[in-house]
C-alpha cells in the first residue's frame, strides 16, 4: 500500500524552538509537497520540492524552510517556532508526468499530520 | 490564478438522505478538480478526480461528483448518506506549474458533513 510517513504525530514546543517535522515516502514519488491546515482556511502549501535538492516557495513560506536530501524524505523546518505556527501540517507526495504514471500525476497522497502546539 | 469556493462550512443531513456539497472554482485554463476527504485524526484520501473525461465522475464509497463548466461547479453527492460518511471535505483545483508536470493543488475551505441518525 502507498505510504506517507510523517514521524511525530503531535508536538509541543516552545517559541524559539527549533522544530523539525519529518516525512517519508515509500512510492519514489518525485514531488512532495507541505501543506498546512487551519479551520475555515483550508490547506495552504509551505514549500513543495520537484526532486531531490530541489525546492520551491508554496504560497505562505514565511518562518519555514525544507530539506530534502534524499528522494523518499522530505523535512520542514520552523527556525524560531512562533505561536502562530500552532496548526496541523501534512505532507503528501505524489508522481510526476515524466514517471510515467501519468493517472496518478495530479493525485496526492497525504501522510496522517502532524499537530504542533507552539507555547 | 486559480481558487476554489466551498459554500457551506458545515452541511448536517439524516442518515439515508442526499448529500450535496458545493464546489465552485476558477480557473483560466481547463482545470482538474478533486474532492478529498479526510476522517478525524486522519490524513487526506482521495474520492475522485475529473481529469477533463467524463463529466460525470464516480468514486470511493458511492460518491459523484458532476462537471459542470457553464457554471464553473463540480458538486459532490451521494444518494444516501451513511453515519461513517460523518468527516470533512475538501474540493481542490490543480494548478499546473510548467508543462513539465509539477502540480500543485489549491484547496477550497473544506466542508464538515455530519451525519445524524
Known amino acids: 500500500d502507498v505510504k506517507v510517513t510523517q514521524s511525530s504525530r503531535y508536538l509541543v514546543k516552545r517559541t524559539g524552538e527549533k522544530v523539525f517535522l519529518e516525512c517519508v515516502q515509500d512510492?519514489?514519488?518525485?514531488?512532495m509537497f507541505w501543506y498546512r491546515q487551519d479551520p475555515g482556511l483550508g490547506l495552504r502549501l509551505i514549500y513543495f520540492?520537484?526532486?531531490?535538492?530541489?525546492?520551491e516557495k508554496g504560497d505562505i513560506p514565511e518562518g519555514y524552510s525544507v530539506s530534502r536530501e534524499k528522494k523518499e524524505r522530505f523535512s520542514l523546518i520552523l527556525e524560531s517556532a512562533s505561536t502562530n505556527q500552532t496548526s496541523m501540517y501534512l505532507c503528501?507526495?505524489?508522481?510526476?508526468?515524466?514517471?510515467?504514471?501519468?493517472?496518478?500525476?495530479?493525485?496526492?497522497?497525504f501522510g496522517a499530520g502532524s499537530r504542533l502546539t507552539v507555547l | 490564478a486559480q481558487s476554489v469556493t466551498q459554500l457551506g462550512s458545515h452541511v448536517s443531513v439524516s442518515e439515508g438522505a442526499l448529500v450535496l456539497l458545493r464546489c465552485n472554482y476558477s480557473?483560466?485554463?481547463?482545470?482538474?478538480l478533486f474532492w478529498y476527504v479526510q476522517y478525524p485524526n486522519q490524513g487526506l484520501q482521495l474520492l475522485l478526480k475529473?481529469?477533463?473525461?467524463?463529466?460525470l465522475v464516480k468514486g470511493i464509497n458511492g460518491f459523484e461528483a458532476e462537471f459542470k463548466k457553464s457554471e464553473t461547479s463540480f458538486h459532490l453527492t451521494k444518494p444516501s448518506a451513511h453515519m461513517s460518511d460523518a468527516a470533512e471535505y475538501f474540493c481542490a483545483v490543480s494548478d499546473f506549474l510548467f508543462s513539465g508536470g509539477y502540480n500543485k493543488l489549491i484547496f477550497g475551505a473544506g466542508t464538515r458533513l455530519a451525519v445524524h441518525p
Open positions: 475529473y481529469t477533463s473525461a467524463a463529466t
Open positions: 512510492m519514489d514519488h518525485e514531488n
Open positions: 503528501a507526495s505524489s508522481p510526476s508526468p515524466r514517471q510515467g504514471r501519468s493517472s496518478g500525476a495530479n493525485v496526492l497522497t
Open positions: 480557473s483560466s485554463v481547463p482545470p482538474y
Open positions: 520540492s520537484y526532486d531531490v535538492k530541489m525546492k
